[in-house]
């Protein structure tokens, strides 16, 4: 439990540096260099950084969004199957860095495990 918590901070706080300098895929090299240093077990490899980057994408998102009263999220929301629904569109941007952080993970646990041995 207490690898969960550490992983999930240092996921988050270097997801906000990362993406200060780099483009989307920062969230992707955070959560792998966090699955580096700090062992995870099971499924917590995956969804620990899934969490953590599903909330550090959608507070961003709605930080971003609510700065222009959510007018271009509602028209990106309009064009894609959301029904118009910008906080619908938030929850489908969270899941999806969520994804590919957690599956960056997997990927970090399998080279410190073959770095390992």
């Known amino acids: 439990m207490k690898n969960n918590s550490i992983n999930f901070i240092v996921t988050i706080v270097l997801a906000v540096i990362l993406s200060q300098f780099l483009p989307w895929w920062s969230v992707m090299l955070a959560s792998l260099i966090s699955a580096l240093l700090i062992r ?10 899934f969490i953590a980057i599903t909330f550090f994408w959608m507070a961003y998102a709605f930080y971003l969004g609510n700065a222009n009263d959510f007018i271009l999220a ?3 929301a309009v064009l894609l199957p959301l029904g118009g629904s910008s906080f619908l569109l938030i929850l489908v941007t969270g899941i999806i860095g969520g994804i590919a952080a957690g ?14 041995s």
């Not at 995870?40 to 950084?49: C, H, T």
């Open 103 to 116: 599956i960056s993970a997997v990927f970090g646990k399998q080279v410190a495990s073959i770095l390992k």
């Open 40 to 49: 995870l077990k099971k499924s917590a490899v995956f969804f620990v950084p």
């Open 74 to 76: 509602n028209k990106i």
